[in-house]
């Protein structure tokens, strides 16, 4: 099966700074790449997502890359803001579509 | 539009209990998702429903999990004897079909705990 592993666990930045967080895949397969956003208490929210005929995406201060040769994909967050403070979650998806998820980020935007 | 619905928000139990949890979509979503999370990891899935049919329930420990989707839209999860292991938030995700190209919307899920 997929697996997919996101790094770094943790990613402690101070306003306005931007903040990256990378995952990579082992299914070639996979062709659908979604990230979501949990807040305390919260169920895990889609902030945006990409597939694998497209290498770039982006929406206002945040933006995806994907390179399907190495395997792996991006989150860039522009601009930091306190209210992005949350856990982030990266997954990828194959024919099915049903994604598998990372372990996820907890980012804390310091202001 | 309203959002999934879970209910209760948290449950503490204990060990060999049974716990059930309930999830209504958003309305006219087909496809139903029951996700288990434990803390520090994501979501992994237990069991998508298609309408009132199960699609995928590979990952669903049926010696002591199961869930059910009678009439295609809310759905109950049920834990019989639950474990220490179980304790974990369990989230309910719909979505218009199956299939990445319509995404989840998650609800907020149901804390267990087993003590």
């Known amino acids: 099966g997929e697996n997919v592993e996101q790094h770094p666990s943790t990613l402690s930045v101070q306003e306005g700074d931007s903040a990256v967080i990378k995952c990579t895949y082992s299914d070639s397969a996979s062709n659908y790449f979604p990230w979501y956003k949990q807040e305390l208490g919260k169920g895990p929210q889609l902030i945006i997502d990409?597939?694998?005929?497209?290498g770039e995406k982006k929406d206002q201060r945040i933006a995806v890359t994907l390179n399907k040769t190495a395997k792996h994909f991006s989150l860039h967050i522009t601009e930091t803001q306190p209210e992005d403070s949350a856990v982030y979650f990266c997954?990828?998806?194959?024919?099915?579509?049903?994604?598998?998820f990372g372990r996820g980020t907890s980012l804390i935007v310091h202001p | 539009e309203a959002g999934v619905a879970q209910s209760p928000r948290y449950k503490i139990i204990e060990k060999r209990q049974s716990v059930a949890f309930w999830c209504n979509p958003i309305?006219?979503?087909?496809?139903l998702y029951w996700y288990q999370q434990i803390l520090g990891q994501g979501p992994k899935l237990l069991i998508q429903f298609q309408n009132n049919g199960v699609v995928d329930d590979s990952q669903l420990p049926k010696d002591r999990f199961s869930a059910e989707r009678l009439k295609g839209v809310d759905s109950t999860l049920k834990i019989q004897p639950a474990k220490l292991e179980d304790s974990a938030v369990y989230l309910c995700a719909s979505s218009l079909g199956s299939g990445g190209s319509y995404g989840y919307t998650f609800g907020s899920g149901t804390r267990l705990t087993v003590v």
């Open positions: 997954a990828a998806s194959g024919g099915s579509y049903i994604p598998t």
């Open positions: 309305s006219g979503h087909a496809t």
């Open positions: 990409i597939r694998s005929n497209v």
